[in-house]
């Protein structure tokens, strides 16, 4: 125990790297079915095992009061989870939180956009791998491009900061979407990262197969684009390139060809209340107890937080050539 029941107002783990974003799942449920991150017959956790709303809410509360400055929200698909814009509207208002972000689909953006702008929501990232919509459908199995193209522009007309396009290329399935996906990019004034594919879940393609390296589609685009090679950053792991002219920024999420465990900052907490020190490890602390012994004491839950930080690893082992995934896990369960 800290002294005087003190607690540090910045989390800093054994490496010296300080701990200031946490990524908050606050569901697995989705209304798609992407390839990579789910089986086609997912079984979804029963509703006492998932945190609460208020629970959430009380989670980003205790990470904020420690030194937590960015938020992202997740799942699944964290927009069908009902009520979610109530949790958006409690937190989006804390002092110390610099920023509130959301990852999603861009499903339920048409008819929600505008209120996550005026609960605070500072920036979004919408998944989007194909701007073919049979392919589209192929790669999320339910999912509709319209409806996503239509959140997209809701989004842009609700004015967030930031509007951010995340697309996972496969080999012999969307690798050629790289030009086109960043020409829309381009022409709707939005940025784009590509997010090498991640070895979690048993899926039901051969990952060492589909994987496309992000040095790949790096090339691929330097002979489309005069790419500049960028320092900016957004506190994630996105490594960023400028095309001229535009207001397009490029980024690379390369978890296998460029490990950026050495600069990490981030924890994540899935829908169970699970903390995972890294996204690629099993080390986690089970936060959900806490929350639900002792409901108006937080100084176990702090305490718990801040001992886990020295459990964080120095990175994760990502090998797409295994046999087995890295993690067995779903990307929709940790948290995308």
Known sequence: MHKNNTYPTTLIDSFGRKVDYIRLSITDRCDFRCVYCMSEDMTFLPRDEVLSLEECARLVKVFVSLGVSKVRITGGEPLVRKNALQLFEEIGQLQG????VLTTNGSQLAHQAFALKQAGVRR?????????????????RVGELDKVLCGIAAAKQAGFENIKLNALLMRG?????????????????????????????EV?????????????TLKLLRARYDLVSSAETTGGPARYWRIPNSSTKIGFISPHSHNFCES??????????????????????DLRPLLREFPHDDKPLIQAIVDSMQAKPKGHD???????????????????
Do not use: W
């Open 173 to 201: 399935i969307n690798d050629d979407e790289a030009l086109p996906l960043t020409a829309f990019a381009v022409e709707q004034g939005l940025d784009i990262s590509f997010i090498e594919e991640m070895p979690l879940g």
């Open 124 to 140: 979004i990232n919408i998944s989007l791998d194909s701007l073919d919509a049979t392919l589209f459908r192929k790669i999320t």
């Open 204 to 216: 039901q393609h051969s990952r060492s197969e589909s994987y496309v390296s992000n040095e790949d």
């Open 318 to 336: 990502f090998n797409v050539k295994r046999a087995a995934p890295a993690v067995i896990r779903f990307m929709s369960h940790t948290g995308g």
């Open 264 to 285: 990490c900052n981030r924890v994540r907490i899935t829908c169970k209340g699970e903390l995972y020190l890294c996204l690629g490890q099993e080390n986690k602390v």
């Open 97 to 100: 939180l610099r920023e509130l």
